[in-house]
Structures are given as C-alpha cells and as structure tokens.
C-alpha cells in the first residue's frame, strides 16, 4: 500500500512536469514562427520561378550532363571528388597525432586540454567561413577548396580518434610488455589492431560528409562544381541547373552505397 501511495503521489508531479515542457516547447515553436517570418508564395514572380526551376530540374541539359570536356558536368564531378578526396586524406593524417595529443590517458592531462580546446576552435568555425579566409590568401580554384577540406576535417576527425583512443584497452599492452615486446611492437600488435578499423571507418564518414561540402564551397568559389552551379542559377538557365544537380544526386548515391558497405564491412571485423 505504500508503495501504491507513493506512486500516486509522483503521478501528478510527473504530468505537472510534462503539461510544462509542453506549453514551453509550443510557444518556442510559435515564437520561431513568427521570428522567421514568411513570404507570398501566391505572388506572381515567385510562382513563376519555382515553375521554371522544376521545369529545368525534370527536363536537365544532357548536352552539358555527358560533356566530357573541363566545361561538363562529369570533369567538374570529378574535381569534386578529388578536393574531398584529397582533403580527407591530408586531414586524416594531420589528426592521428592530434588525436593522440588530446587523449588523456596517453598524455599528461594539461596537454590534452590544450589540444582539445584548440580542436574546439577549430570545429566552432564554419566551413565557408574557411573557404572565404583561403581564397584570400590563395586566390578562386580548387587549392582553395582543398585547404578548406583539410582543416574542417581535422577538427571532426580528430574528436572522433580520441575518443576511440580513450577507449583503448590497456590490458593487450600490458600483456606484450610482459612478453618482452618493445614499444614499436606494442604500437603494432596492440594499438594498430585496436585502432584501425575505427580510424578508417570515420575517415569514410567524413569523406561522405567532404564530398557535400565540397559542393556547397564552390558557391564562394573554392572549386568543384557549386561555382558552375551558382553561375546557371544568376543566369536562370534551369536546364543547365538540372543537369548538374542530377550529376550530384547520381554521385551522391553511389558514394553512399560504397562508403556504407565498406564501414558495415569495417565494423563487422569483414
């Protein structure tokens, strides 16, 4: 019986509680409402080019989607790609020893913090920002987009390797110590082995992430083929607009179905 007591008594508590957070989270919704305010879809001009931007999406440019020339679609895709590729590369290698600095149970505590809080600077910024400081120092072009690349990769890829390096068992180390292995050994048998198939499955994932973004830099004029793309939109020729977002999309999903059978593979111990 007192048990029964009891739990009526938190009952109405609990409903208080939930009737609160209710009420709070609707007039936060009204309130965003009312911040973002709305514009007049049923006015002419806008109707009009939403018309013309589905009419061009549904009926792309074939002649620039197969272009093999540095003009198409296809050489631009693949300059993409290679800004991802290449900035995923050089910010993977950058983060294993960042990684390993701001780990606290593989250096003293200070080192690790100082590490971290400068990892956390460096993810606070976002990428345009990056593509805007690198092309004042390099110029408009791919150079650019791969700088770019490379720092906001180190930042999410480097959170992300400590925290598999913080779950690192110590006991596999301890054991080839016993055995008489020397360092290099123990970083070959019992670190690699741990970290590996971790390290590569999130350098994937951010080579997936890289490859949108890389897309979204060509708007400020980092490379790829988000310059061409804002270009086709200034100049309303839809057509061209659908061919290169039909190229994406197409891209997209090959990359996807790649990079995610390669981590389930990876994660499987495959």
């Known amino acids: 019986m007192d048990n029964i007591n009891l739990k009526l008594k938190e009952e109405p508590n609990r409903k208080g509680r939930i009737i609160t957070i209710t009420l709070i989270v609707l007039g936060l919704f009204i309130w965003s409402l009312g911040a973002a305010g709305g514009y007049d879809l049923s006015s002419g001009s806008g109707m009009s080019i939403a018309k013309n931007i589905f009419s061009g999406i549904l009926?792309?440019?074939?002649?620039?989607?197969?272009?093999f020339?540095?003009?198409?679609?296809?050489?631009?895709?693949?300059e993409t790609?290679?800004?991802?590729?290449?900035?995923?590369?050089?910010?993977?290698?950058?983060?294993?020893?960042?990684?390993?600095?701001?780990?606290?149970?593989?250096?003293?505590?200070?080192?690790?913090?100082?590490?971290?809080?400068?990892?956390?600077?460096?993810?606070?910024?976002?990428?345009?920002?990056?593509?805007?400081m690198f092309i004042?120092?390099?110029?408009?072009?791919?150079?650019?987009?791969?700088?770019?690349?490379?720092?906001?990769?180190?930042?999410?890829?480097?959170k992300l390797f400590s925290d598999t390096i913080l779950d690192l068992d110590k006991s596999i180390?301890?054991?080839?110590?016993?055995?008489?292995?020397?360092?290099?050994?123990q970083i070959r048998y019992g670190v690699f082995p741990q970290l590996s198939a971790n390290f590569i499955s999130t350098t994937i994932y951010r080579f997936d992430i890289n490859l949108r973004d890389?897309?979204?830099?060509?708007?400020?004029?980092?490379?790829?083929?988000?310059?061409?793309?804002?270009?086709a939109m200034n100049a309303y020729k839809w057509?061209?607009?659908?061919?290169?977002?039909?190229?994406?999309?197409i891209l997209?999903?090959?990359?996807?179905?790649?990079?995610?059978?390669?981590?389930?593979?990876?994660?499987?111990?495959h």
Do not use: W
Request: charged residues 10%.
């Open 239 to 249: 057509n061209q607009v659908g061919a290169i977002l039909l190229g994406l999309i």
């Open 69 to 78: 020339t540095k003009q198409g679609v296809l050489y631009m895709l693949l």
């Open 173 to 185: 180390l301890e054991s080839l110590l016993a055995l008489g292995c020397n360092t290099f050994e």
């Open 136 to 158: 004042r120092v390099t110029g408009p072009g791919a150079f650019a987009g791969l700088l770019t690349m490379s720092f906001i990769s180190v930042g999410m890829l480097t």
């Open 81 to 132: 790609i290679c800004i991802a590729f290449l900035g995923t590369i050089i910010g993977a290698i950058i983060s294993i020893p960042l990684a390993f600095l701001s780990s606290s149970n593989i250096v003293p505590k200070p080192v690790s913090a100082i590490t971290r809080f400068f990892i956390m600077m460096v993810r606070t910024i976002p990428s345009l920002i990056y593509g805007l």
């Open 214 to 231: 890389a897309t979204v830099l060509g708007l400020v004029g980092a490379g790829g083929i988000g310059a061409p793309l804002i270009f």
């Open 252 to 269: 997209v999903l090959v990359i996807e179905l790649f990079s995610t059978r390669v981590r389930s593979k990876l994660v499987k111990g």
């Open 59 to 67: 009926h792309p440019d074939f002649n620039l989607l197969f272009n």
